[in-house]
């Protein structure tokens, strides 16, 4: 059984950062990919980055684009999003995901979840 536990959200100042990671337990990915999206009250969750645990190849939205980097480590099953020059918008519960197929930005893709971890930014 997958296990997804987020850390490190928190209340921030705009303009500022906060590291979040994911630690992966309970399955086998030396393929698929791990993603991270957001939900904001009252509004559909929606991508942020992806990261492929082959290559590292990465991708995200254009909303954290230039602000976010996603990383993983392949031997402590983390995968990480450094969050700079944040903003009050990015307000939501931050989750990570997985996919065994590959990177996507769809949130259909991932079959397994983390419960999420609040990143508020105050004006």
């Known amino acids: 059984q997958v296990q997804l536990v987020e850390s490190g959200g928190g209340l921030v100042q705009t303009g500022g950062s906060l590291r979040l990671s994911c630690a992966v337990s309970g399955g086998t990915f030396t393929t698929g990919a791990m993603g991270w999206f957001r939900q904001a009250p009252g509004k559909e969750r929606e991508f942020v980055a992806a990261?492929?645990?082959?290559?590292?190849?990465?991708y995200y939205a254009d909303s954290g684009k230039d602000r976010f980097t996603i990383s993983r480590d392949n031997g402590k099953m983390t995968v990480d999003l450094q969050m700079n020059s944040l903003k009050p918008e990015d307000t939501a519960v931050y989750y990570c995901?997985?996919?065994?197929?590959?990177?996507?930005?769809?949130?259909?893709?991932?079959?397994?979840w983390g419960q999420g971890t609040q990143v508020t930014v105050s004006s």
């Open positions: 995901a997985a996919d065994p197929r590959g990177a996507s930005s769809d949130a259909e893709n991932y079959d397994d």
């Open positions: 990261i492929t645990w082959r290559g590292g190849i990465t």
